[in-house]
């Protein structure tokens, strides 16, 4: 009988009907052990297969977890590109807003008050060559470029035929201000000194036979004309409107008679513009 328990219990069931009546009749303790142990065993069983079946149908919930906050998303971060050593492109020169600002190296102060009246027409004349052979139209292609730059051509031109000549150079300043000295017919000079030298310069040159015998009627008016100048250097400096008017207006006669003086040949009669 114990050897019969023995084996059921090793089988891990319940033992065959038959066995079961072929031992009915047997002292009830072993007959109750082993129903009690059946039934222990059959309860088991179940419980075993349900918990194995739920846990292989349901998903590993705690290794989801697990697994989700080891791959938690990170933010974008884009590979690092080598540092761009190369010195951004300068940014295009202002536009110039006065004729000054087209020869920053002759003219680096700028006009008057801060610059100065007088000028060195030479080195101006050097960086006027050096800009049109740069900005010349014949340069550039047809199209735009070349607009651009026959525009930009004039504006030298006219730029430098301005400073270079010191009666244009003071009415472009005072224009600059709101006085236009070269339309302003009633901006005379009432000074009978002045008006003498104007008459004596001019029978110089009218009684001049050769080229040399200019030199002292060009000489005495360079130093006239540098005069001017000095004296408008002062009046653009304290902004002296007034006494720069007057001193345009004496300017326009010297360099009238610069002018003659350039111009002559012999016999040519002298014409003199007030």
């Known amino acids: 009988m114990r050897s019969f328990i023995a084996a059921v219990l090793r089988a891990g069931g319940a033992p065959p009907s038959r066995r079961v009546r072929c031992y009915s009749s047997s002292p009830s303790g072993a007959l109750a052990a082993l129903a ?11 419980s075993t297969m349900t918990t194995t079946t739920t846990a292989s149908s349901l998903p590993p919930q705690h290794n ?9 998303p990170q933010p974008l971060r884009l590979a690092a590109s080598p540092a761009d050593t190369s010195e951004p492109p300068p940014p295009p020169p202002p536009a110039p807003s ?20 007088p000028i060195d027409t030479r080195a101006l004349r050097r960086e006027f060559l050096s800009l049109q052979a ?20 004039a504006r ?10 010191p009666l244009l150079r003071a009415q472009y300043l005072l224009a600059l201000r709101g006085v236009d000295v070269a339309a302003d017919e009633r901006l ?14 001019r029978e110089e040159i009218e009684e001049a036979r050769v080229e040399e015998d200019l030199e002292p009627a060009r000489e ?18 304290e902004d002296d409107v007034e006494a720069a008017k007057r001193e ?5 006669y010297w360099v009238n008679i610069r002018e003659s003086l350039d111009n002559w040949e012999p016999g040519k009669p002298i014409v003199l513009e007030h």
């Open 36 to 46: 009690t142990h059946h039934r222990s065993q059959l309860v088991q069983n179940h």
């Open 64 to 72: 989801h977890r697990r697994h989700f906050s080891q791959h938690r």
């Open 98 to 117: 006065t004729h000054y600002d087209l020869f920053p190296a002759t003219l680096p102060l700028g006009p008057p008050p801060r610059g100065h009246f």
């Open 134 to 153: 740069r900005a010349h139209p014949d340069l550039h292609p047809p199209g735009a470029a070349k607009t651009s730059a026959a525009a930009l051509s």
């Open 156 to 165: 030298i031109n006219d730029a430098y035929r301005t400073l270079a000549n």
């Open 188 to 201: 005379k000079v009432d000074e009978p000194a002045l008006l003498g030298e104007v008459l004596e310069a």
């Open 220 to 237: 005495a008016n360079e130093a006239r004309i540098a005069a001017g100048e000095e004296a408008l250097e002062v009046a653009f400096r």
């Open 248 to 252: 345009a207006v004496r300017m326009r």
